[in-house]
């Protein structure tokens, strides 16, 4: 059964504009979120992340918004750039950093100029 | 900060041929070290991971194995390799107080 779910596969944008990447989860006990962007042939890099006990967090173009009651959180890109190309996954993990954290299956961005 | 060494980046071996891969781990000490497997348009796949030395758990069955022999050096390793054993293969780790993973830069491997 797959904790972390990102519906879309694949998703295009044209330079300038939003970007919405979506996850929905359905473990409840799930604590912290990140997102995580991987270019091809790299390891995946961390992005940005997000605390059960916030609905937002902004970090430069990249913001996270997490809505607890419906299990679900975007991360939106603004203004979206080409270098943002790239497969993001959502990922969500437990109240230590120890816990295992449960990946999507990613969602490839493509940045149209 | 942690950062996390694989190698080879790439490799090519033949069918029936052993594997073994292995990663190191700077900058954090008893680090939960995991192996991922990333097949060709697919997400990530845990494999095994670890919370010690000699201490391995598997996520799923297959034709791979792992050990920890030190803290910070984790081994992916395979007695005969099967053409579905191809695809990438990341190494990450996470230690006191860091949430989330810090990943190495993979290893693409094809079976040929």
């Known amino acids: 059964d797959q904790q972390v779910k990102q519906n879309s596969p694949s998703l295009s944008v044209q330079e300038g504009r939003i970007s919405i990447l979506n996850c929905d989860y359905t473990?409840?006990?799930?604590?912290?979120f990140l997102w995580y962007k991987k270019y091809p042939a790299e390891g995946p890099t961390f992005l940005i992340s997000i605390s059960s006990i916030k609905d937002k967090n902004e970090d430069g173009r990249f913001t996270v918004f997490l809505n607890k009651s419906a299990k679900h959180l975007s991360l939106h890109i603004v203004p979206s750039q080409p270098g943002d190309s790239a497969v993001y996954f959502c990922?969500?993990?437990?109240?230590?950093?120890?816990?295992?954290?449960?990946f999507g299956p990613g969602t490839s961005l493509s940045v149209i100029p | 900060s942690q950062t996390i060494h694989q190698w080879p980046a790439t490799l090519v071996q033949p069918v029936g041929s052993p594997l073994s891969l292995e990663c190191t781990v700077e900058?954090?000490?008893?680090?939960?070290l995991y192996w991922y497997r990333q097949a060709a348009g697919r997400g990530l796949q845990l494999l095994f991971y670890?919370?010690?030395?000699?201490?391995i758990s598997s996520e799923v069955p297959q034709n791979l194995s792992a050990s920890r022999p030190q803290d910070r050096q984790f081994i992916l390793s395979s007695k005969k390799l099967l053409l579905s054993d191809s695809g990438f293969y990341l190494c990450a780790g996470t230690g006191t107080g860091l949430y989330g993973y810090t990943f190495g830069s993979g290893t693409r491997l094809t079976v040929v």
């Open positions: 473990n409840s006990m799930f604590d912290y």
């Open positions: 670890s919370v010690g030395i000699g201490q």
């Open positions: 990922a969500a993990s437990g109240e230590t950093s120890y816990d295992k954290v449960i």
């Open positions: 900058g954090t000490s008893n680090p939960n």
